[in-house]
DNA sequence: GATCTAGAGTTGACGCGACAACTCTCCCGG
DNA sequence: CCGGGAGAGTTGTCGCGTCAACTCTAGATC
């Protein structure tokens, strides 16, 4: 029965529509907040995160944990934002490794400004062209799908701004 | 009124929820690719895309516009898979610019293998998890989306393969 | 207290994706 | 015949994202 064969002519349409809707509403986005705030989606989801944490530093380990990102990615991602002023890591240890990662000034205005703007363009090109059951529907598939792929994560958490 | 505020924290979290399932499902898929038939999603469309084509080679500018891909971005893409023996550029003129691109033995046989393997995939991760009252309303919301970000492409075409 | 190991972070390499600049050809008007 | 522009492809550059390899530290074990 459920002998799982490939898919209809139908069917790929489908995954295909949908994917090219992904694609364009994040290039989209992405377009927007480059244009308006000259930052990239990388940089936002790691700006409001620090932002979120208030002034308190994090640890690399956190935000790789928070934003479901590679620790690599989130080492690399810092490096070249600390190139462009947004981020300073301060060491602890006498010499060594143990950085805490914290936003410079520019950075807390980038985030605040971005959050807005980027905001606003959300609500635009997403949000506003819901039907009430389309939200609701998709909410509940979203989570629902995140649940499933995402095993750890049970508690308190909930964040992140991809 | 519609004055386009930024958004209410439960906005915000439905929109990184729905960003974040995104993430996860095509990250799964795509490392069941990687896995399975040792291609990336990149690969995987322009070899889907040429295997419409059914023998016919394409042109460059072909591709780009059915893939909705810059046309330099299809270049490199297929500078690397030439490098890997899944498609040939063919000269048309004396010797100037001018290509057709084909598919190579090599690549047929991966295009055939991916879209059975790849296929499943996203019937056990997506099509599965969606009852049928998601499936018509994601359905909806996609195809809405994309007649709204795609202006134009307007007749005939239908096809790709993100 | 010397060694081993687990964890935290970094680095390098490489493919993907976007953008801008360049090349070449072809065609068009003079 | 010649100069200029439009269209097609390519190339370079740089940021993003993943994987593997490496470094350093701190704790555990003997």
Not at 3 to 11: A, H, K, N, W, Y
Not at 150 to 156: G, I, L, T
Request: include cysteine; charged fraction near 30%.
């Amino acid at each position: 029965m459920t002998e799982t064969r490939s898919l209809e002519p139908e069917e790929w349409e489908f995954w295909d529509t949908w994917m090219r809707a992904q694609r364009l509403l994040t290039r989209e986005l992405e377009r927007g907040l480059q244009r308006d705030c000259d930052i990239s989606k990388a940089e936002f989801s790691l700006l409001v995160t620090l932002w979120q944490a208030a002034g308190r530093e994090m640890r690399v380990g956190e935000l790789s944990e928070s934003l479901d990102w590679d620790k690599s990615r989130v080492s690399h991602q810092l490096t070249r934002m600390e190139k462009r002023g947004f981020v300073k890591r301060t060491q602890y240890g006498a010499d060594g490794r143990r950085a805490g990662v914290g936003l410079t000034a520019e950075g807390r205005r980038a985030a605040q400004s971005a959050v807005l703007v980027h905001g606003g363009n959300i609500r635009r090109h997403f949000l506003d062209s819901l039907t009430p059951e389309q939200a609701s529907v998709i909410r509940a598939w979203s989570e629902q799908a995140v649940a499933r792929l995402e095993p750890h994560r049970s508690e308190a958490a909930g964040d992140g701004a991809s």
